[in-house]
């Protein structure tokens, strides 16, 4: 009788290591050229296309960084409390002030401008203040308290480099330099569909065989959070003339032609021969699980225009992990992004799981509160490719090097969170 195997990925031939394929990314894709000026309101998930320097210092003015009373630190006695005179009242957005003199304070407010000749400023709560008078206590250290012009970000420095994915904090900083506008590459464009004849859109009515097409749905929201233009061509039967002409014309108006389904070695699975016929493919395995059949390369599309081409796994959870791992650096790459490593947090297994040497493999974890304050992951008790729940029910996944073969309970592993992975 010959032996069986329930490994799915049990097969002769080559696969492609992770850091090959990042490799091809870097090497293969150029990034688009054409950018914009944007709003900051708008610029969430823009990728900045030139360095934006700093037109003024930030802060602008040395300030005060709390409430209470500004000091010259040379009036201070050493090693006992000083009374000093009370000669002014400075607010956030007042004009400058006279300068101290000799044995004199001014009460001050968080943000407003430091008098010309004071250099610290003490909390209110740690003086005692009577009438014009107050009393501040020894030991604080010269300079306590004060914000100097610049200290943030000094004028003609860069702010925001090149490459850089704008989130809310740079646009925070953007507004604090005074910027209103942001110049940005053009978002990237994405076609998206779904190959296979068993699939029927959600709202539709399910009938012998079929099932819902979640795969879409996914990409299309993961798209979304990368700041992508998305066109959603549907569901696209398993017909190599279809299919041809579909990717051709797709290719032409997209950067990137993006679908999960019929990349295996089925009879009804025809993406690959097809982009082989109208393009040129880099890879179409690479040594990841669960995932394995991903497909990338070039498609020649209608009017001589080319649009780089992924092909995903169709079993939902392949295709988030495949997407994080492969489509997620090449947007980054078209939208000249800065690279994004996925770093890893160690936490502490709880399970035991063996894997073949040569592949990465990403399991799927809750976290919990462990001993001595470390986090403790608990593996999800379903490993199929296609368990949807798997992913809600969970919080990220652990991934495995490609070298590791065993993971023992109390071994420390690398934990990826789920909002770490979809940007």
Not at 44 to 56: G, H, I
Not at 65 to 91: C, I, N, P
Not at 103 to 119: L, N, Q, S, V
Request: net charge negative; aromatic share 6%; charged share 20%.
């Amino acid at each position: 009788m010959a032996q069986l195997t329930d490994d799915c990925f049990a097969f002769s031939g080559p696969l492609l290591p992770i850091e090959d394929m990042e490799r091809l990314i870097e090497q293969r894709i150029t990034s688009v050229g054409e950018t914009e000026f944007v709003p900051l309101a708008g610029a969430r998930a823009r990728v900045v296309a030139q360095d934006v320097r700093a037109p003024v210092d930030l802060p602008p003015f040395d300030n005060s960084a709390v409430d209470g009373y500004a000091v010259r630190h040379l009036d201070l006695k050493s090693g006992e409390s000083t009374k000093l005179e009370v000669v002014s009242r400075v607010m956030a957005g007042s004009a400058a002030v006279s300068a101290l003199g000799k044995g004199e304070a001014a009460r001050i407010f968080t943000g407003a401008p430091m008098p010309r000749g004071a250099d610290t400023v003490f909390m209110q709560e740690d003086v005692q203040a009577e009438g014009d008078e107050v009393t501040v206590p020894s030991g604080l250290k010269a300079g306590a308290n004060r914000r100097f012009a610049g200290e943030d970000v000094r004028t003609g420095s860069v702010a925001l480099p090149a490459g850089r994915v704008l989130d809310v904090q740079h646009i925070a900083l953007a507004a604090a330099l005074g910027l209103t506008h942001v110049e940005v590459r053009r978002p990237i464009r994405v076609a998206v569909f779904s190959t296979g004849d068993e699939l029927v859109e959600p709202g539709g009515r399910l009938s012998g065989a079929n099932i819902f097409d979640a795969n879409r749905t996914l990409l299309r929201a993961l798209l979304d959070r990368l700041g992508c233009i998305v066109t959603d061509l549907g569901i696209l039967r398993d017909e190599p003339e279809a299919l041809t002409q579909a990717f051709k014309s797709a290719a032409a108006e997209n950067d990137l032609v993006l679908t999960s389904g019929g990349v295996s070695t089925g009879d009804a699975d025809h993406v690959k021969s097809v982009v082989e016929s109208i393009g040129t493919l880099f890879f179409w395995r690479i040594a990841i699980k669960p995932g394995r059949p991903v497909a990338m390369g070039v498609i020649h599309g209608d009017q001589n225009l080319n649009s780089a081409f992924v092909g995903l796994p169709g079993n939902p959870v392949a295709a988030f992990i495949t997407f994080v791992r492969v489509v997620r650096p090449l947007i980054l790459r078209l939208s000249g992004a800065l690279p994004r490593k996925l770093m890893p947090l160690p936490v502490v297994s709880t399970f035991t799981y063996k894997k073949k040497k040569g592949r990465r493999e990403y399991v799927r974890v809750t976290l919990r509160p462990g001993a001595n304050g470390a986090y403790e992951a608990i593996k999800h008790p379903q490993d199929g490719a296609g368990i949807l729940s798997s992913l809600t029910e969970t919080d990220g996944l652990v991934e495995l090097p490609d070298d590791l073969t065993q993971v023992e309970s109390g071994d420390h592993v690398g934990f990826l969170s789920y909002s770490s992975m979809i940007g």
